[in-house]
């Protein structure tokens, strides 16, 4: 099977759950803009040098892949939803950085190469989390997805001072 249906020649895409969506919707904007995000995190894999950052950056693309599933899923059938435990472990992992450092003063992003990677990717995550919010008014989004996201901004502006 080539990885080239045709069956979006028309402007048409489907989802996970089978629909057929035009692919200027607004699901495939959030759940496009996430797959651009992932793209972004894993270059600042590359480019990061504490090791529970490159850690956590795996562990944010895995989200990642369950959060497009879910938005791509109409009527929250997916089945691997994010779930509370999701939302404790981001939380946690946001706690345990703050007690490394504190924030004293107005940033100055991009110090260093890595934190500017993951500025980057907090700013897409940023954007992410509007589309999710613009798709929430009119169609169901899981409140988790809404927080993760959040929280997942937070977290990599953590990450991006703690490479500084």
Known sequence: MSI???TGDKGF???????????????VEA?????????FLSEAKHFVEMALNKEILEQLQ?????????????????PNPI???????????IYKLEQTFKIKELVILGKTIPSAKLDIC?????RAERCIIHLANSET???NIIIYINRMSDLLFLMARSEE
Not at 32 to 39: H, K, N, Q, R, V
Not at 83 to 93: A, P, Q, R, V, Y
Not at 122 to 126: D, F, G, K, P, S
């Open 4 to 6: 080239s249906t045709k």
């Open 13 to 27: 895409t489907s989802l996970w759950s089978q629909q057929r969506v035009k692919k200027d919707h607004i699901r």
């Open 31 to 39: 759940y496009g803009t996430l797959d651009e995000l992932e793209a």
């Open 62 to 78: 895995i989200i990642l892949k369950r959060i497009m599933g879910a938005l791509a899923t109409v009527e929250d059938t997916f």
């Open 83 to 93: 779930t509370g435990e999701d939302i404790e472990n981001i939380e946690s992992l």
């Open 122 to 126: 907090r700013t897409i995550t940023r």
């Open 141 to 143: 989004v899981s409140e």
